[in-house]
């Protein structure tokens, strides 16, 4: 019998303090009792995970091992060490179970008895409770601390700053630090001087030798003005300045995005102030200091119009995957690739070898080709017919269609020898029967779950069934194609174009179709659940 242990716990302070290995002692002594072997159970453990969330990288190993049927038995110390939220620990019994493993809680030990899965219930619904009480009862006391004066919004200092290492959130140990702090001054000073702007502050600073607060050689943009708007500088701290939010946009389709939540400032009139600390800058240089940048903000070339660009935002370079911008000099038009713009904007040390692409003439190519799509929508029809043949399925769900179909011929060869052992007499009947009746719960197991994804493998493959819709759409945006402004143009690419890639010579157009009237609506970037990873 292939057994699995899971253990977990929520912080580092209790990974410190071993109480992993605690839950590891228990299901040892448990296993001892049952007389199975302790060194043969495979162990999936998660440090420091917290048991509201289903991403846990011990948990996911586990759930793919099961789904490959590799594991006829998983035991955990309680409930509440498999999942908080008593829909979580539902939905992964039942897919477990499903599996072809049998759940065993040591500590609370469950059975298909209509009282024990309603104590189940109770101990989820009252985990789960726990959870969301004491979240509350912390951030409440955190608001509480703030308004005080007692505690520091941050654990690290401002760059240019230190804390006091025996009492780091204690806003009264905060002391300023050299010379970080003469950096910093330098830096407000120099922005304020009549022409310059953050490229060249950044500049000054790596002519300087000034490396960057994780020690680079060369200032971000982002870095210098998130510096130049932070009032700690002019002596206050501030708590609630920005609120975590779900990212909607990706920065370039040809890059994972990696966290899928950013920072968004709120209003002033929300942020608490926590105290005072040594100012690096007066008040009324910090003062000026915003203005400037908003003056700097409102007149950036990106917000600049002057000038029509159909695919602008829309263009990567294929050499660095870094998107293009759009830019026009002496008359002339091209999208350029943003490492060719020096380490400061492009944050890379080299220089993109990319050409400068002109605007006008890819415009016109990416225009003439979206034409011929909508004119001929059998481009689309081919597109699907490749779809429905299984071409465009997710490469995760690919791979696990492989690994069922292996397990169901690994289990099936199973059978076979297990059968051929016993007419050559290698056991005898009692012992042949549990063993053919323990693989085949292990194949129907397997089997459920190959009907599932096969289930999945059909809702992609639906994709045939909008062939309709499709060329409806395509007979509509065709009727007014010849006549179209730059303006219906370009809400037409942006509809239609999901990113257009310059490889050199090379130009790839990456379209999206809507596929109901309702997708007509909605940037393609947006109907993606998990664009963190895209590609």
Same mark, same amino acid.
């Given at each position: ?25 228990? &299901? ?14 495979? !162990? ?9 969330? &289903? ?62 899965? &309603? +104590? ?78 953050? %490229?060249?502050? =950044? ?53 994972? !995005? ?13 942020? !608490? ?36 660009? +159909? ?77 429905? =043949? ?8 690919? =791979? ?6 292996? *397990? ?36 129907? *197991? ?16 639906? &994709? ?41 010579? %090379?130009?790839? !157009? ?26």
């Amino acid at each position: 019998m292939n057994i699995a242990a899971y253990v977990r716990v929520s912080g580092q302070r209790q990974v410190q303090t071993q109480t992993i290995e605690q839950q590891l002692e228990r &299901l040892q002594i448990y296993c001892q009792c049952k007389n199975w072997f302790w060194e043969d159970v495979q !162990i999936f453990r998660d440090d420091g995970y917290s048991g509201a969330s &289903l991403k846990r990288p011990g948990l996911d190993r586990l759930r793919d091992q099961v789904g490959r049927a590799i594991f006829d038995r998983v035991l955990i110390t309680a409930p509440d060490r498999l999942a908080r939220k008593y829909v979580h620990q539902v939905l992964l019994v039942e897919e477990l179970e499903r599996g072809g493993c049998q759940v065993e809680f040591v500590e609370h030990p469950m059975s298909q008895d209509p009282h024990d899965q &309603l +104590l189940l219930q109770i101990r989820g619904a009252v985990a789960e409770y726990e959870r969301t009480l004491i979240a509350e009862r912390m951030r409440r006391g955190r608001l509480q601390k703030f308004r005080a004066g007692t505690m520091l919004p941050w654990s690290r200092p401002p760059y240019g700053y230190r804390l006091d290492p025996d009492h780091p959130r204690d806003p009264s140990g905060v002391r300023l630090q050299e010379p970080e702090a003469i950096h910093v001054a330098e830096i407000f000073a120099y922005y304020l001087e009549e022409g310059h702007g953050l %490229e060249q502050l =950044a500049k000054h600073l790596h002519q300087l030798g000034i490396p960057t607060p994780n020690g680079k050689s060369y200032w971000s943009l982002t870095t210098l003005r998130d510096m130049l708007r932070n009032p700690v500088y002019a002596g206050t701290v501030y708590a609630g300045r920005e609120r975590v939010v779900a990212k909607h946009r990706r920065f370039s389709p040809l890059q994972p !995005i990696g966290r899928r939540s950013s920072t968004q400032e709120t209003p002033s009139q929300e942020w !608490i102030v926590v105290g005072q600390v040594p100012a690096i800058v007066s008040q009324e240089q910090f003062d000026w200091v915003q203005a400037k940048l908003a003056d700097n903000l409102h007149f950036a070339r990106r917000n600049n119009t002057s000038h029509q660009y +159909l695919l602008r935002a829309l263009v990567s370079c294929g050499l660095c995957h870094l998107s293009c911008l759009a830019r026009t000099s002496s008359g002339h038009a091209y999208y350029v690739c943003r490492g060719k713009q020096g380490p400061i904007r492009s944050r890379r040390e080299e220089c993109c070898h990319a050409r400068f692409i002109p605007v006008e003439q890819l415009d016109t190519l990416v225009w003439q080709d979206l034409c011929e799509v909508l004119q001929h929508p059998v481009v689309i029809e081919q597109a699907l017919q490749r779809a429905q =043949a299984g071409a465009w399925l997710p490469q995760e769900l690919q =791979a696990r269609r492989t690994q069922v179909r292996k *397990a169901r011929n690994t289990l099936c060869g199973q059978l076979e020898r297990l059968t051929e052992a016993y007419l050559a007499d290698a056991f005898p009947l009692g012992e042949y029967k549990r063993r053919r009746q323990d693989v085949e719960q292990r194949l129907v *197991a397997v089997e459920m779950q190959a009907s599932q994804i096969e289930a999945s493998v059909q809702q992609h493959m639906e &994709l045939a069934s909008i062939t309709g819709s499709i060329n409806e759409f395509c007979q509509r945006m065709n009727r007014g194609l010849s006549q179209a402004t730059f303006e219906q143009k370009r809400q037409l690419v942006e509809l239609l174009v999901d990113r257009v890639v310059v490889t050199m010579d %090379e130009v790839e !157009i990456r379209y999206v179709i809507p596929t109901s009237p309702r997708n007509e609506q909605v940037r393609f970037c947006h109907l993606l659940t998990d664009y963190s990873g895209a590609k």
